[in-house]
């Protein structure tokens, strides 16, 4: 019986990774439909994390899954009804970015430590803490974003190996690595949209 809990959680762990995967892969290309494969994997993540007892990454799930949504709807139409370009964050949304890790680490941590049963409470907090701002600056389409992400996904590979989500550990080291070469295409698509504007 347990046997076959754990193999469902790994075949599940394995859905969930292919559509990150490929979601990914589109926020690398700046490809909007990136958001319709990450409601998905969110989605599956969400029971597999909730079997794990990793709460702050449920609430994690569930923030994605609203800024997913709204990412979607802001990159097809923006503020100016038309498709937002990628940008650099002002100083301003840099110290939004900060606010967002610092707050959501004491919430979370909190609520974890007190209210939970959670054995890493301070661990899943700034894997969460790091992730919402990330998430925050995706939507918005911001280029550090990528940077936010993967200090996150730094936290979490060994998390995750902790809790023995393995399959989402081998996820989180190829996240990382796409996130660091989505960063360098996110930039390149910056400087030849400069040169478009300049020429």
């Not at 890493?120 to 700034?126: K, L, N, Q, R, S």
């Amino acid at each position: 019986m347990i046997e076959d809990f754990f193999t469902k959680l790994v075949w599940l762990q394995a859905l969930g990774t292919t559509f990150g995967v490929v979601q990914v892969l589109l926020a690398r290309k700046n490809n909007i439909h990136n958001y319709l494969f990450g409601i998905v994997s969110i989605l599956i993540s969400l029971w597999v994390l909730y079997q794990s007892k990793l709460y702050a990454d449920i609430l994690l799930n569930l923030y994605y899954l609203v800024m997913s949504i709204y990412g979607w709807f802001f990159w097809k139409f923006g503020s100016q009804k038309e498709e937002t370009p990628i940008s650099y964050s002002s100083k301003l949304e840099h110290l939004k970015a900060i606010g967002i890790v610092l707050g959501c680490f004491t919430l979370m941590s909190y609520w974890l430590r007190f209210h939970t049963n959670s054995d890493v409470p301070f661990w899943d907090a700034w894997v969460s803490a790091f992730a919402w701002a990330g998430m925050w600056l995706m939507a918005k389409r911001k280029m550090e974003n990528w940077i936010f992400l993967n200090i996150s996904n730094i936290i979490s590979i060994p998390l995750l190996i902790y809790k023995d989500l393995y399959v989402y550990a081998a996820l989180t080291v190829f996240l990382f690595i796409v996130g660091t070469s989505g960063y360098f295409k996110w930039r390149k698509i910056v400087k030849a949209h400069n040169r478009q504007l300049t020429a």
